[in-house]
């Protein structure tokens, strides 16, 4: 069985939790990617609006950032320094300290199920806040991934004269839209789910924002 995958009745009495669960470098990069994420998020619908790809859907102005297409892209672009160089910090420490391996790794499609199974009957035990679970590993595993495809297919767009293998590895101009909408679409559903599963587990929160959870597992 998937050690993560334990009931919340079985879980090991509480022990006193020592040393950082994550360090500082994690949690700075963590927030300014969130920042930069959603900043892009919002100014790129609005710059969707200004020549949607899908008839008859543009998104509520309201709900977006830069009040008209020169301003969201001026956020966009300067969300977008931010986001490379802060995400490259983050996999450049993350790889070369062996962190990304044992926070990430291994991962299989049997322990994602069965996690999967083990949340969704309230089972999967939280206690120990060092080890991500099963489903924890594949969304941020996933979203990484979505965050590069995001950077390669904008790259593709933004500059799309200049590197013409990439916009050929996208499929063209005109996919290469579609391909950065949908993966915009998926870090929208990742962040959605994230957020509803740090509110059900508040104690996550703090070990984001202090490194700690407190003086010991409650
Ligand atoms: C905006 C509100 C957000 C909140 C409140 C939040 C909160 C958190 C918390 C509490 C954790 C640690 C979970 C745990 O230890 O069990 C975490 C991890 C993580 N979050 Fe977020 N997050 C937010 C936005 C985002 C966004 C926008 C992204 C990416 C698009 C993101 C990507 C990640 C990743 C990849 C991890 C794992 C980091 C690592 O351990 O290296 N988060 N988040």
Same mark, same amino acid.
């Given at each position: 069985?998937?050690?993560?995958?334990?009931?919340?009745?079985?879980?090991?009495?509480?022990?006193?939790?020592?040393?950082?669960?994550?360090?500082?470098?994690?949690?700075?990069?963590?927030?300014?990617?969130?920042?930069?994420?959603?900043i892009?998020?919002?100014s790129?619908?609005?710059?969707?609006?200004?020549?949607?790809? $899908?008839?008859?859907?543009?998104?509520?102005?309201?709900?977006?950032l830069g009040?008209?297409?020169?301003?969201a892209?001026q956020w966009h /672009?300067?969300?977008?320094?931010?986001?490379? /160089?802060?995400?490259?910090?983050?996999?450049?420490?993350?790889?070369?300290?062996?962190?990304?391996?044992?926070?990430?790794?291994?991962?299989?499609?049997?322990?994602?199920?069965?996690?999967?199974?083990?949340?969704?009957?309230?089972?999967?035990?939280?206690?120990?806040?060092?080890?991500?679970?099963?489903?924890?590993? /594949?969304?941020?595993? $996933?979203?990484?991934?979505?965050?590069?495809?995001?950077?390669?297919?904008?790259?593709?767009?933004?500059?799309?004269?200049? /590197?013409?293998?990439?916009?050929?590895?996208?499929?063209?101009?005109?996919?290469?839209?579609?391909?950065?909408?949908?993966?915009?679409?998926?870090?929208?559903?990742?962040?959605?789910?994230?957020?509803?599963?740090?509110?059900?587990?508040?104690?996550?929160?703090?070990?984001?924002?202090?490194?700690?959870?407190?003086?010991?597992?409650?």
């Amino acid at each position: 069985m998937h050690t993560s995958r334990l009931h919340a009745n079985a879980a090991p009495p509480a022990a006193p939790v020592r040393g950082a669960i994550h360090p500082a470098w994690v949690r700075v990069t963590h927030w300014l990617n969130a920042l930069a994420a959603i900043i892009m998020m919002l100014s790129g619908w609005r710059i969707y609006d200004a020549s949607p790809i $899908f008839p008859g859907f543009v998104f509520p102005p309201s709900l977006t950032l830069g009040g008209w297409l020169g301003g969201a892209l001026q956020w966009h /672009f300067a969300a977008m320094w931010l986001l490379v /160089f802060n995400g490259l910090v983050y996999l450049t420490l993350n790889l070369a300290g062996g962190r990304f391996w044992h926070k990430f790794l291994p991962l299989s499609p049997r322990a994602i199920v069965s996690d999967l199974a083990a949340a969704l009957t309230g089972k999967l035990s939280h206690a120990d806040l060092r080890q991500y679970n099963a489903v924890q590993k /594949f969304a941020y595993l $996933f979203v990484i991934c979505d965050l590069i495809v995001l950077v390669l297919s904008g790259l593709a767009i933004w500059k799309s004269v200049q /590197f013409p293998l990439l916009r050929e590895l996208m499929g063209g101009y005109d996919t290469a839209r579609i391909v950065h909408f949908t993966a915009m679409s998926l870090m929208a559903a990742f962040i959605v789910v994230h957020v509803v599963m740090v509110a059900l587990v508040p104690r996550s929160l703090l070990t984001m924002l202090r490194g700690r959870q407190g003086e010991s597992r409650s």
